[in-house]
C-alpha cells in the first residue's frame, strides 16, 4: 500500500507534463493556422482583391482534407458510448454551419476595412466574449482576473475605436474602418459562442469528447459553410467578375503559393501611440486569462490528489 502512494504522484507528474506539452503544441499549431489565415486574407484585399465572398469560401474550403482522418477514426474509434439522435446531430451541425458562414463572412469584412494590426488587436477580444459566453453556456465563474482581462481588452478595442489620429493603410473613410471594426468585433463573438457551444455539445448532448465525435463536428458544419459560400457568391454576383479579378490582381492568379506567403512579411503598418498602449492592454487581457486558466487547472489537481489520497486511507483502515 505505501508503495502506490510513492508511485502516484510520479505516475501524475509525468501524466501532466505530457498533458501541457500536447496543449502547448495544439496551441501553436493553431495560432500558426490563425496567423497564416489572417495573413493571407489581409494580402488578397491589399493586393486587388475585392470580393468578401471568396475571401469567405475559402475559409472552409480546406473540409476535404478531413476525409481520410474521418475513415480511420471511424475504424478506430471504440463505439462503446452512447451517440445522440440523429435529428438532434444534423440541427447541431446545421446549426454550426450557419455560425461558422457567418463568423467567417464577418471577419471577410473585418479584414477588408481594417489594417492588419487593428484587426489583430481588435480580434483579442475572442477572450472576453468567451468570457462571457462561458460563464451563460458553460457555468465558468467569473474571477477576479477574468474580470480584468474583460475590462482590459474592452479598453483596448475603445481605445482603437476612438483612436482619430491615424488614417488605416486601406486608405478608407472613418465610415467604412467602423464597419470593419464592428464585423471583427461581431466576428469575435460569434467565434467565442461557437467554442462555448462546442463544450456544450461534448458535455451535455455526446458526453463524449473521442477523436470521431470532434472531426465530425469540424467536418459538417464545413461542408455547409462552404455551401453557403457559394451561395452567396452566386447570389452577389462576385462569381462573374472572378475571371477579370484574377487579371487584375497583382499576383496574376497566384500559381505559386510561396509568393503570397513570402509577400505577407513586407505589410508596414504604422503604428501610433494608441496602438501601443491598446497592444499592451490586449497582452495584460491575454495573460490575466491564461493565469487564470493555470489557477483553476492546479485546483483541479490539487482536488484529485485530495480524492486520491483519501481512497487509499480508507483502505487503509479496512
Not at 462546442?198 to 459553410?225: D, W
Not at 493555470?294 to 482536488?303: I, P, S
Request: a neutral charge; proline letters at 2%; one cysteine or more.
Amino acid at each position: 500500500m505505501s508503495t502506490t502512494v510513492t508511485q502516484q504522484p510520479q505516475h501524475s507528474t509525468l501524466g501532466e507534463y505530457k498533458r501541457w506539452l500536447r496543449v502547448s503544441l495544439y496551441t501553436i499549431l493553431l495560432l500558426t493556422g490563425q496567423c497564416t489565415a489572417t495573413l493571407l486574407g489581409r494580402f488578397y484585399f491589399a493586393k486587388g482583391g475585392k470580393s468578401k465572398w471568396i475571401a469567405t469560401s475559402v475559409q472552409s474550403a480546406g473540409f476535404p482534407i478531413l476525409i481520410p482522418l474521418l475513415f480511420y477514426s471511424s475504424k478506430s474509434t471504440n463505439h462503446d458510448f452512447s451517440k445522440p439522435k440523429r435529428s438532434v446531430m444534423i440541427t447541431f451541425y446545421l446549426g454550426f454551419g450557419l455560425l461558422m458562414i457567418a463568423m467567417d463572412f464577418l471577419y471577410s469584412c473585418g479584414l477588408s476595412y481594417l489594417s492588419l494590426s487593428t484587426f489583430a488587436l481588435v480580434c483579442a477580444t475572442q477572450l472576453a466574449f468567451n468570457g462571457v459566453a462561458t460563464y451563460f453556456l458553460n457555468s465558468q465563474k467569473f474571477t477576479a482576473l477574468i474580470l480584468n482581462s474583460i475590462v482590459v481588452l474592452t479598453m483596448s478595442v475603445i481605445l482603437i475605436a476612438l483612436n482619430t489620429e491615424s488614417e488605416d493603410s486601406t486608405d478608407l473613410p472613418k465610415e467604412k474602418r467602423l464597419i470593419g471594426l464592428f464585423c471583427a468585433l461581431a466576428a469575435s463573438a460569434t467565434f467565442a459562442l461557437q467554442h462555448s457551444l462546442l463544450q456544450f455539445y461534448f458535455e451535455k448532448v455526446a458526453k463524449t469528447g473521442v477523436f470521431s465525435v470532434l472531426l465530425r463536428l469540424n467536418f459538417y458544419p464545413m461542408i455547409i459553410a462552404s455551401v453557403g459560400a457559394v451561395v452567396g457568391l452566386v447570389g452577389s454576383g462576385d462569381w462573374r467578375s472572378m475571371g477579370m479579378e484574377m487579371k487584375e490582381f497583382e499576383y496574376g492568379n497566384l500559381e505559386l503559393t510561396i509568393t503570397p506567403i513570402l509577400a505577407v512579411f513586407v505589410f508596414h503598418d504604422k503604428i501610433y501611440a494608441v496602438k501601443i498602449v491598446a497592444f499592451f492592454l490586449a497582452i495584460w487581457g491575454f495573460l490575466s486569462y491564461i493565469y487564470q486558466h493555470y489557477l483553476d487547472d492546479q485546483m483541479a489537481n490539487q482536488d484529485r490528489s485530495d480524492d486520491g489520497l483519501q481512497v487509499l486511507k480508507g483502505e487503509e483502515q479496512i
